[in-house]
């Protein structure tokens, strides 16, 4: 096994292969992140959690098909290793257009995420994805 800044290196990579291949709405590039197990795990911001690869692949496609555009902008990115698992929290930035926004204007977002991978043999897989959006402070009642 590579040493553990290298490891960080291919776990940040695949990272940012996830966030490319959604960007692109590149849908043989998604499933071939992820992990192929009936307990892969992807919580979608706002939503309810998607459990096992078939299902996770058809919420991706769902969600391409209906995101015209979307860009992100990621902050506080930390990677840890362990063995053979590895976990990337995130801010994501996002900056997205659809029917909402009109064809001259974007919308923009902010959610933190979690992403959890496994290293196999063919290299580190996504088995866990779970964003949850950020409220702003005036959302919160004690702000």
Known sequence: MPDRDAQRAEVEAANAAFYAAFESADLDAMQDLWLEDPDTLCVHPGALPVRGTGAINRSWALIMANTPYIQFFLTDVE?????????????????????????DAFGGAKAVATNVFVHTAAGWRLWIHHASPVLSAGDHEDA
């Not at 995130?90 to 900056?95: D, I, P």
């Open 79 to 103: 990677v840890s290793v362990w063995r053979d698992a590895a976990s990337v929290t995130c801010t994501e930035n996002v900056l997205t257009a659809d029917e909402r926004t009109g064809p």
